[in-house]
């Protein structure tokens, strides 16, 4: 293995090539946040001595083990709290000034890590001559849990250390990447899912301002965030689940981070979020957007069934009970039950099918559709698409669900458990080829046009055209135009 060697503002790395490619993987970008920095803002690392090795991973955030996760290649190991780190994959560490691409994970803000095998930035590097950078934050309670409400001013942001970690994560490529071979005047950030979220919530906030210049949301856009309110709620929650009371906020810093991460189970699925906490976020990022990240070029998608990933492997949907599939509807729509039962009469029609519709819709599609409209409405640049392949997998029950984009914007269809997703279908590497082409040419011009692909005009309130990537790429205007005539007004 050929060493790789870089000077960094904190000390020397050791990293290594292979096949043309040089790598650095684990490389602390602020202090581990334990004991009296935990639910802290992360602080700058402390420099090193002598070389430091930085050819394995390091450690993943805390986060409990979920069965889904295991799926899609996230297995829950090597957690520590210690787990700021990020990796780096680029073309050479050569002085070149090439565009970078900082990649944030997803997993609900509860799961996930910057190593899956299925965000290996290899291909990047070779096929597109710039630099990958992917990073691990705080996630779940020691990432998202708002202590503002019964801590004080010394926990105001703890509702944002996550975001906080990406920032600082950012920062540090600003001060370092030029080390390895990138433009820090020419950063991409981009995520799927949470991580599309964590990037809208970075447009929005002023202390993440400069540190990008073009950004990526894949299956996810700016509407989930939580408010002081709710936050302090589940807050509360947690205390309770850990056996403490209000008063006893300063005890958390000596609860076990492993108990932490699971008392999230406690609450609702996905309910520690981004907090609109006057500091870190001023405002909701689907208002701050309208002001906020000028020039900044912005490419957002989704999938065409985004939620069967969630649904598949539910009995309910196997036992095919009217009953128990009407009971599943009402309980998850009881906000608006009056409204949606008026759109549908008949008790046949509440199948997976039209639960997966509208769930895709409310979850993913619609907010996509807002931020767009948002970004263009205000003259800003921003392209659409929409992901249709279907997986051929279970039967083809996936269809084009949750997170199956991932291997094709990556190129790594051939990583180690990528084909459970994907299946081996004729086909694939092609559609491959063009997303990733697309994302490339995204990182370099700001614009996803390339050769590989139909010329893909910029998203207007108009046509709103949006590249539809499937087994033909095709631009169609208003695809969603059923979608939001039916449901768009569902959750308002």
């Known amino acids: 293995m050929k060493t790789a060697i870089v000077e960094t503002v904190f000390g020397k790395a050791r990293g290594y090539e292979e096949k043309g490619v040089q790598i650095w993987k684990g490389i602390p970008y602020a202090k581990p946040p334990i004991g009296p920095l935990?639910?802290?803002?992360?602080?700058?690392?402390?420099?090193?001595?002598?070389?430091?090795?930085?050819?394995?991973?390091?450690?993943?955030?805390?986060?409990?083990?979920?069965?889904l996760m295991d799926f899609l290649g996230n297995p829950a190991e090597n957690m520590d709290e210690d787990c700021l780190n990020l990796n780096i994959w680029t073309p050479g560490a050569d002085g070149e000034r090439r565009p970078v691409m900082v990649w944030i994970h997803g997993g609900a803000f509860a799961n996930g890590a910057g190593s899956a095998p299925s965000y290996d930035g290899s291909a990047f590097a070779k096929n597109g001559d710039v630099v990958v950078v992917t990073i691990n934050y705080r996630l779940g309670a020691l990432g998202f849990l708002y202590l503002g409400e019964m801590g004080g001013e010394k926990y105001e942001a703890s509702g944002n250390c996550g975001i906080l970690d990406q920032i600082a994560a950012l920062k540090w490529v600003k001060e370092n990447i030029a080390a390895f071979g990138g433009d820090p005047d020419c950063v991409t950030i981009f995520g799927e899912s949470a991580g599309a979220m964590s990037v809208a919530a970075l447009l929005s906030s002023p202390a993440a301002s400069g540190l990008f210049h073009k950004a990526i949301l894949e299956s996810g856009a700016a509407n989930f965030?939580?408010?002081?309110?709710?936050?302090?709620k589940n807050a509360r929650r947690i205390l309770e689940t850990l056996g403490l009371e209000k008063k006893d906020v300063a005890k958390l810093a000596e609860v076990p981070a492993k108990n932490l991460a699971e008392a999230v189970n406690s609450l609702p699925f996905?309910?520690?979020l981004p907090v609109t906490d006057g500091i870190v976020l001023p405002e909701h990022p689907e208002r701050a957007l309208e002001n906020a990240a000028k020039d900044i070029p912005v490419l957002i998608?989704?999938?065409?069934?985004e939620y069967r990933l969630f649904t598949v492997f539910n009995p309910v949907w196997k036992r095919q009970d009217p009953k128990e599939m009407?009971?599943?509807f009402?309980?998850?729509?009881?906000k608006y039950w009056d409204a949606l039962s008026a759109k549908i009469t008949d008790p046949s029609a509440f199948t997976q099918e039209l639960y997966d519709r509208i769930m895709t819709y409310f979850v993913f599609t619609g907010p996509a559709l807002k931020l767009a409209d948002t970004r263009a409405q205000t003259g800003e640049k921003v392209w659409m698409y929409q992901f249709d392949w279907e997986s051929p997998v279970y039967n083809g029950t996936l269809k084009a669900c949750h997170a199956l984009e991932i291997p094709f914007v990556w190129h790594t269809l051939e990583q180690p458990g990528t084909e459970n997703l994907t299946g081996n279908a004729p086909g694939r590497h092609a559609l491959a080829d063009r997303m990733h082409q697309a994302w490339i040419a995204f990182a370099q011009n700001g614009d996803p046009n390339c050769s590989l692909l139909p010329e893909w005009p910029?998203?207007?309130?108009?046509?709103r055209p949006a590249m539809i990537f499937g087994q033909d790429c095709?631009?169609?205007?208003?695809?969603?135009?059923?979608?939001?005539a039916l449901w768009g007004g569902l959750g308002e």
């Open 225 to 232: 965030t939580a408010t002081p309110e709710r936050a302090a």
């Open 38 to 67: 935990r639910f802290r803002p992360p602080e700058l690392p402390e420099p090193w001595a002598g070389v430091k090795d930085c050819t394995q991973f390091g450690p993943i955030a805390w986060q409990p083990p979920v069965e």
């Open 458 to 463: 910029p998203y207007n309130t108009r046509q």
């Open 270 to 272: 996905m309910s520690l």
């Open 326 to 328: 009407q009971d599943v």
């Open 474 to 484: 095709r631009v169609e205007k208003d695809p969603h135009q059923a979608e939001r």
């Open 301 to 305: 998608g989704t999938n065409k069934d």
């Open 330 to 334: 009402q309980k998850t729509f009881a």
